[in-house]
Structures are given as structure tokens and as C-alpha cells.
């Protein structure tokens, strides 16, 4: 059966699914395989539980019932119905993508267009091969834009994403030292993630750039491109206050946001632009982004106790970490605390990353910190305002011990860290 004729079906169908978790009534059950699992063995199960089709690509599992579609691969199947659906709607696409601020870009341009137009956005962080048609399924008739987020780790990916979404529109947030082992390099990592400027450019289409990042302007020279964030800028935003949750200005309207973090003003300055080329009214934008909380463990300010928790243990990677000590580093408090956790995915530059964040520590005693995981307890440090822990455990003992009080403290580390375990202890 053609990608047409399962599009037909798609359209009588009440949504897809690819867990079997997940299945909700007349869904089309996409038996996708991977590494350590195989869908096509759960084709049945999806059908008990009210599947209207299921698409298989194995012979084993297909029903000369009709129930079941034969396709020779389920995930390009999947890709390409959501590539023909996003054609079939004609729905303007935004895409983003970027090193730090992806999923926080994503909720704020989405809180602040759905003030205006029906808007469909990326779920979660589901910004991969799959969560990307995803998105572009979960839209329908009623769609009047697109918010895809793009997520990659190696060279290639953002191309084969923005081949499936053909996005209208794009912003990148920053060129960060994120997914090193996958991308190689910085370079590489500036490579990879303007895969979607160059798509983007040769299909004629528009940016959206942050006046405050050369790098940015330098890469999209060359595009269509809308500017923001200066006064040279097509959408002159200023930031105002940034000592507690960031104040900015735009059009003569103060918007006072539920963010911290100075590095957060590009992720606000990108939706008030967006906003506003789409003919958000600055009022609209204001009630949008004062609206948005963030949550997930994305810059939240937190308070326990006698104590202020900034938790940004989301994740981490060199450049996002070396941003959030930054900010730290200006916040009030005389009480400072820092936990770390290790930065994953940096291949041969993790030894010498780690080391470089304790270097700035210690050469910036602003507070105690507390480092833990292998490869930050790898790392060579003198100072006394610095502590190293080579597990959780360990740290969890120190914190049990010596339970900080009027503390105002930052807790930053990668995923896998699962570092708001901390919030059960202090």
C-alpha cells in the first residue's frame, strides 16, 4: 500500500500511536523497531486494545484480514506520511533547533501565538525521527501554524528533519559545545545544526536571528533573514532587569516573565519577534509570556524551606553550564551553593571540559560547590570551596550531614544525573 492510500486511512483514523501504552480507539499502530525492541510483536495487542490498523513490517505479523498494512520499513513509512500530511495541509512550519534553549524557545513561541492562531507544537522534547512526524501528525485542518522543535547529535540529522517537516521558517538558538562526541567539534556542532539554514535557503524561505549572536548573523548572511533583539534590529527587544525573574521591554510594553537567567532573554527575545511578524499584538505577547511557568526542571526558582533553588537539571553541556555559573555568579544571596552533575555526551573533550568548569570555580569563589559523577571527580581541584563526590550517594551523605539553610542554590547537571533527587534531601 502506497504512503496515499495510508494517508486516506490516516484521515479516518483518530490519530497514531507507536506504544502500545498508548493506544487509543481507531489509532493506526505503528510497529516501529529499534535496537532493543520490535513493535511487530505487539500488532496484536494494539489491536485488542482498539487499534483501526496496524503497519508492520514483517511478514510474520501481517493479517490477510485487512487489519494489518505491509510495509517494507514502519519508521520510513512513518516519516513519509507525516512529510505528505504537513504537504496536504500546507500549514505554515516553524522549525528550531539549537545547542541550549530548544524545548524553553518552543513553549515560549507557542505560548505567545496561541494568543493569536491554533497552533500544534512539538510535545515534551519529542524532537527526534520519530517525535518530529509525530508533531507533524498531531495537526490537522484546524492547524493555522506549525512549532517544530529539531533535536540532533550527529552531522546529517537536522538535514533529514527539515527534509521531513520543510519548515517555512527557522531559528536556530545557539552554537554550543553540546553533543561533542557526536558532532566531533564545535565546528562540527555549527555544521550540523545550520543543516536547517541551508535548507531553508535553498527553498527560499525565512529565518528569524538573534541581533546579539555573531555567530548567528554571520551564518545566515546570505538568507532571508529576520533580525531581533537590538535597536538595529527588525524588533528592538531590551532587557531590563535580569537580578530576579527577567524584565524586558518591547514596543513601549514592559513584560515581566517567569524565567531567571540573563541567558534566557535570547530564548523570550525569539518568541516576542516571532509574536509580533505574526501580528501578535504586544498586549497578546505580554499576557503569553507572563503566562508561561517553566517547569520540567527548566529554570525553575523553586523555594524549600528557608532555602531558593534555582533547578536547572534539565541537562547540561559545557556552554549551558558555564552560562548558568555566569548568571549565578551575579545573583543575590550571601549563602551560595552550587551541586554540579557531569555533562554527558562530550567524547574525547569530557576530561578537558569538566576541568575547564572547575578551573572557572575555582578561580570564581562565589559559593561551595559540590561536583559529583566520575568525570568530575576525575578532575584536579585545590580549593577548599570545592567538593568532589564520585556518586550520588555520596553527595546525598555530605548533604544529610551538613543540610544547607538560607542557602540560595543551583543545581545543574546532565539527564542522566537526575539531579532533582536533591530536592528530596534538602
Do not use: W
Request: charge should be neutral; charged fraction near 20%.
Amino acid at each position: 500500500m502506497n504512503t496515499t492510500s495510508i494517508h486516506h486511512l490516516f484521515l479516518e483514523s483518530s490519530g497514531v500511536s507507536t506504544d502500545t501504552r498508548k493506544i487509543f480507539k481507531n489509532c493506526i499502530f505503528f510497529a516501529l523497531k529499534g535496537e532493543n525492541f520490535n513493535g511487530n510483536l505487539f500488532a496484536q495487542e494494539a489491536l485488542d486494545k482498539g487499534a483501526f490498523k496496524v503497519i508492520v513490517d514483517e511478514k510474520a505479523f501481517h493479517k490477510s484480514t485487512g487489519e494489518t498494512i505491509l510495509v517494507e520499513n514502519v519508521l520510513l513509512m512513518l516519516q513519509e506520511l507525516a512529510t505528505f500530511h504537513r504537504k496536504f495541509l500546507g500549514v505554515p512550519i516553524i522549525s528550531l533547533t539549537g545547542s541550549n534553549g530548544k524545548t524553553t524557545s518552543k513553549e515560549l513561541i507557542n505560548a505567545v501565538l496561541s494568543k493569536k492562531l491554533k497552533t500544534v507544537a512539538t510535545q515534551g522534547n519529542l524532537n527526534n525521527h520519530i517525535g518530529v512526524p509525530l508533531t507533524l501528525l498531531a495537526m490537522n485542518k484546524e492547524t493555522e501554524i506549525g512549532i517544530v522543535e529539531m533535536g540532533a547529535n550527529h552531522l546529517g540529522e537536522i538535514k533529514m528533519l527539515s527534509e521531513i517537516a520543510e519548515p517555512d521558517y527557522g531559528y536556530i538558538t545557539n552554537f554550543g559545545k553540546a553533543h561533542l562526541e557526536g558532532f566531533g567539534s564545535l565546528e562540527g556542532v555549527v555544521q550540523g545544526k545550520t543543516e536547517l539554514y541551508q535548507f531553508l535557503k535553498k527553498h527560499r524561505k525565512k529565518i528569524f536571528v538573534n541581533a546579539n549572536d555573531p555567530k548567528q548573523l554571520a551564518n545566515s548572511e546570505e538568507i532571508d533573514r529576520i533580525t531581533f533583539g537590538t535597536a538595529q534590529s527588525d524588533f528592538d527587544i531590551k532587557l531590563l532587569d535580569s537580578s530576579h525573574h527577567l524584565l524586558v521591554e518591547f514596543g513601549g510594553t514592559q513584560i515581566q516573565s517567569n524565567l531567571v537567567g540573563a541567558y534566557n532573554f535570547a530564548n523570550l527575545s525569539a518568541a516576542i519577534a516571532i509574536g509580533a511578524y505574526f501580528k501578535v499584538s504586544s498586549e497578546e505577547i505580554k499576557v503569553g509570556i507572563e503566562a508561561y511557568v517553566p517547569s520540567n526542571n527548566r529554570s525553575q526558582l523553586i523555594s524549600k524551606g528557608t532555602n531558593t533553588i534555582l533547578m536547572d537539571a534539565y541537562n547540561a553541556n559545557p556552554t549551558s553550564m558555564l552560562a548558568a555559573l555566569e548568571n549565578f555568579k551575579q545573583a543575590k544571596g550571601s549563602n551560595k551553593i552550587m551541586f554540579l552533575g557531569d555533562m554527558f555526551e562530550l567524547g574525547k573533550e569530557a576530561e578537558a571540559e569538566h576541568q575547564n568548569i572547575v578551573d572557572f570555580l575555582a578561580k570564581n569563589p562565589f559559593g561551595n560547590v559540590f561536583l559529583v559523577g566520575s568525570n568530575f571527580y576525575k578532575t584536579t581541584n585545590n580549593a577548599i570551596h570545592i567538593k568532589q563526590f564520585e556518586t550520588f550517594d555520596e553527595l546525598k551523605n555530605e548533604i544529610e550531614s551538613n543540610t544547607p539553610k538560607k542557602a540560595t542554590i543551583l543545581i545543574k547537571g546532565s539527564r542522566g544525573m537526575a539531579l532533582e533527587r536533591i530536592l528530596d534531601i534538602i
